[in-house]
């Protein structure tokens, strides 16, 4: 999406407001309505964990967004989708088995995922000084390619893997029906109630200009610890891929996630080799993680469940910060390491902040009485924070190094 769409969305919504809150409002009551049908959908013990969850997600938001307000709209925003997804259920009658139930935690991660980088790209152009109006218009437009992308991604590698494996399937339509539902908020809600409700005034946030371009730049002072880093990295992702492989079952609905979101992305992007750094660089987030966590469990068999909910996660962020990297590439820059500096200085903040929150709400659900959710959270825990280190950190210092 590119040119002046999201500036002339937002200024229909500001002239029709009156009439199309209207509407989202009694879309929204009839989708709820659902829940009247089918109250029972909504498991008490996994809707308290679930809340939690999403609110110290919301008080750690406002502390490192440095806005109450911010983190207030994640939390409203948030537990609209969830009762908007639990409607839409109801209607289409479709049921829980004991895999489904972890399509939450990926639909959890991924609309938190997508307010953070929305509402992170606003407070930035606002600290730059854009008025709250423009300041959002932008924030649609460098963010609903790269959150559409993913989302995409994520769903069709669950609506892949489920075809090939019917357990995947309640899966997959949560997640489908997470995924869209999580857009149109995005596009819909958040527009139409900061047209009226204003976040706090803000001067010029340094990390908000910056992001995290100095970190890289502070690493890159001990170049033989780097040297030692990228290489220590390497071995440890051999090894734990091939410990790994001997005990994976249905490794085959992996594979085709994979290979699902990898044509998917080559043909978007049209690059060979950054969608092959994309992918690689989250399944290997992945594989480490599990390699270290099953390696003091004494398991004779690990199912793809715990392997494909992580990368669905992971793979999010990956795609943000190589959006925004083959943006620089095709329109400002033609070397990678300023490609590496724009990527890092605009989106580089928003993932680190996505990945503190998603830390926070899974060690609340990692709580979860249901074991998949607790084996799924805890291992996402580590993922994600790897997955931002070999994004944000391991890749960057090798190009910057070598620049």
Same mark, same amino acid.
């Given at each position: 999406?590119?040119?002046?769409?999201?500036? +002339?969305?937002?200024?229909?919504?500001?002239?029709?407001?009156?009439?199309?809150?209207?509407?989202?409002?009694?879309?929204?009551?009839?989708?709820?309505?659902?829940?009247?049908?089918?109250?029972?959908? &909504?498991?008490?013990?996994?809707?308290?964990?679930?809340?939690?969850?999403?609110?110290?997600?919301?008080?750690?938001?406002?502390?490192?967004?440095?806005?109450?307000?911010?983190?207030?709209?994640?939390?409203?925003?948030?537990?609209?989708?969830?009762?908007?997804?639990?409607?839409?259920?109801?209607?289409?009658?479709?049921?829980?088995?004991?895999?489904?139930?972890?399509?939450?935690?990926?639909?959890?991660?991924?609309?938190?995922?997508?307010?953070?980088?929305?509402?992170?790209?606003?407070?930035?152009?606002?600290?730059?000084?854009?008025?709250?109006?423009?300041?959002?218009?932008?924030?649609?437009?460098?963010?609903?390619?790269?959150?559409?992308?993913?989302?995409?991604?994520?769903?069709?590698?669950?609506? *892949?893997?489920?075809?090939?494996?019917?357990?995947?399937?309640?899966?997959?339509?949560?997640?489908?029906?997470?995924?869209?539902?999580?857009?149109?908020?995005?596009?819909?809600?958040?527009?139409?109630?900061?047209?009226?409700?204003?976040?706090?005034?803000? *001067?010029?946030?340094?990390?908000?200009?910056?992001?995290?371009?100095?970190?890289?730049?502070?690493?890159?002072?001990?170049?033989?610890?780097?040297?030692?880093?990228?290489?220590?990295?390497?071995?440890?992702?051999?090894?734990?891929?091939?410990?790994?492989?001997?005990?994976?079952?249905?490794?085959?609905?992996?594979? *085709?996630?994979?290979?699902?979101?990898?044509?998917?992305?080559?043909?978007?992007?049209?690059?060979?080799?950054?969608?092959?750094?994309?992918?690689?660089?989250?399944?290997?987030? *992945?594989?480490?993680?599990?390699?270290?966590?099953?390696?003091?469990?004494?398991? &004779?068999?690990?199912?793809?469940?715990?392997?494909?909910?992580?990368?669905?996660?992971?793979?999010?962020?990956?795609?943000?910060?190589?959006?925004?990297?083959?943006?620089?590439?095709?329109?400002?820059?033609?070397?990678?390491?300023?490609?590496?500096?724009?990527?890092?200085?605009?989106?580089?903040?928003?993932?680190?902040?996505?990945?503190?929150?998603?830390?926070?709400?899974?060690?609340?659900?990692?709580?979860?009485? +249901?074991?998949?959710?607790?084996?799924?959270?805890?291992?996402?825990?580590?993922?994600?924070?790897?997955?931002?280190?070999?994004?944000?950190?391991?890749?960057?210092?090798?190009?910057?190094?070598?620049?």
């Amino acid at each position: 999406m590119t040119g002046r769409w999201a500036f +002339n969305w937002v200024q229909i919504m500001g002239h029709h407001y009156s009439s199309l809150m209207t509407l989202f409002t009694f879309i929204s009551l009839g989708i709820l309505a659902g829940l009247f049908n089918n109250f029972s959908i &909504l498991d008490t013990q996994s809707s308290i964990y679930i809340g939690t969850s999403l609110l110290i997600m919301s008080l750690w938001a406002m502390k490192i967004m440095d806005s109450i307000k911010a983190g207030g709209l994640l939390f409203l925003l948030s537990a609209y989708a969830l009762l908007m997804l639990a409607g839409i259920m109801s209607w289409l009658e479709i049921s829980f088995d004991e895999h489904s139930v972890l399509g939450w935690v990926v639909i959890i991660a991924m609309m938190m995922s997508n307010l953070v980088h929305v509402l992170s790209t606003l407070l930035r152009e606002m600290a730059r000084g854009s008025f709250q109006h423009d300041a959002l218009a932008e924030a649609l437009k460098q963010n609903a390619t790269p959150i559409l992308l993913s989302n995409i991604t994520t769903c069709f590698g669950f609506v *892949v893997a489920a075809f090939y494996d019917a357990s995947f399937y309640a899966m997959a339509w949560i997640v489908v029906l997470g995924a869209i539902i999580s857009y149109l908020t995005l596009l819909s809600w958040l527009p139409i109630i900061l047209l009226k409700f204003f976040l706090e005034f803000r *001067v010029g946030h340094y990390d908000d200009r910056h992001g995290l371009v100095d970190l890289v730049s502070r690493i890159q002072q001990y170049p033989r610890a780097v040297k030692l880093g990228v290489s220590i990295s390497i071995i440890v992702s051999l090894i734990s891929l091939g410990y790994l492989a001997q005990f994976m079952t249905q490794l085959y609905s992996v594979g *085709v996630m994979l290979l699902a979101s990898f044509f998917l992305l080559l043909i978007i992007w049209q690059d060979l080799k950054i969608t092959f750094i994309t992918l690689v660089s989250s399944f290997l987030s *992945v594989v480490i993680v599990l390699a270290a966590y099953f390696s003091f469990q004494g398991v &004779l068999s690990i199912s793809a469940f715990v392997l494909i909910v992580p990368l669905g996660m992971v793979l999010d962020d990956a795609i943000h910060y190589f959006s925004r990297y083959l943006k620089s590439k095709r329109g400002f820059f033609n070397d990678d390491a300023s490609c590496h500096r724009f990527a890092l200085s605009t989106v580089g903040r928003p993932i680190w902040l996505t990945t503190q929150l998603l830390m926070i709400g899974l060690l609340i659900l990692s709580f979860h009485p +249901n074991t998949l959710i607790q084996q799924a959270s805890f291992i996402t825990i580590f993922t994600v924070f790897l997955a931002s280190y070999i994004i944000l950190v391991l890749l960057p210092v090798i190009r910057l190094r070598r620049s």
